[in-house]
């Protein structure tokens, strides 16, 4: 676990949406309780039933939040990416994780320790609607997460993955076709879509046999958009 210098950490914490408009004052009171951490691939940051001791802010890389049944059959709940945050809501729960934490590459993450955060809605109470917002948006992706699962069919679980996925990369609409790469592997989206590996590789067949696009790899080559969009 690397320790910076604070102003090192505040100018990391400004570019942050949580503490964008916070005071030098704000930064420099947060930062003394934040810890930038580097972790490698695979590497588990934190199992379920542990106590984070805080909530973590990506700064590069992606991290993935998974539960295992007990026939270790693996649930992906989310996975965040740079400029999100997680583990927010532990901080005031005062409970166990009930997942596990694991990075799917190489990262770059911020630690806010959860005293810290607490010390700061005492001292400032407007920081606590910045982490409102930020729990309001995982339980509006949670919601959604939970209606795809259960009233979606795969192909509709997979064509809202790569339109939301397009998105996110800001590709342009309006110059086909277009090239999309997948941020992980497809055994890790087929997990987090709910979905058998297999079911999520015949679900790209089926969509590539309509000549909607073509895969290579995590390479994914979209031809008609518009008509790919009616399959959601």
Request: aromatic residues 6%.
């Amino acid at each position: 676990m690397a320790i910076l210098t604070e102003e090192n950490i505040m100018a990391l914490l400004a570019a942050t949406p949580l503490c964008s408009s916070l005071t030098p004052k704000q930064l420099s009171y947060l930062a003394s309780g934040t810890r930038l951490t580097h972790t490698k691939s695979g590497q588990v940051l934190h199992r379920k039933g542990e106590f984070p001791g805080g909530f973590y802010y990506v700064i590069s890389g992606q991290v993935k939040l998974s539960v295992f049944s007990n026939k270790g059959t693996e649930k992906i709940i989310d996975v965040m990416r740079t400029g999100q945050t997680f583990g927010e809501a532990l901080v005031f729960l005062h409970k166990p994780l009930p997942l596990n934490i694991e990075s799917l590459s190489a990262c770059q993450l911020l630690k806010i320790n959860d005293h810290t955060i607490i010390n700061a809605i005492k001292l400032w109470p407007d920081f606590s609607l910045h982490l409102l917002a930020g729990l309001s948006q995982h339980l509006h992706h949670l919601v959604a997460d939970l209606e795809s699962c259960c009233l979606q069919s795969a192909t509709q679980r997979v064509v809202n993955y790569l339109l939301v996925e397009m998105q996110l990369a800001g590709l342009d609409e309006h110059q086909m076709p277009l090239h999309l790469n997948l941020s992980t592997s497809k055994t890790t989206i087929a997990a987090q879509l709910n979905l058998s590996p297999e079911t999520f590789s015949r679900t790209l067949k089926s969509l590539a046999e309509k000549n909607l696009l073509t895969c290579q790899g995590r390479g994914i080559e979209i031809h008609d958009l518009a008509t790919l969009r009616l399959q959601h």
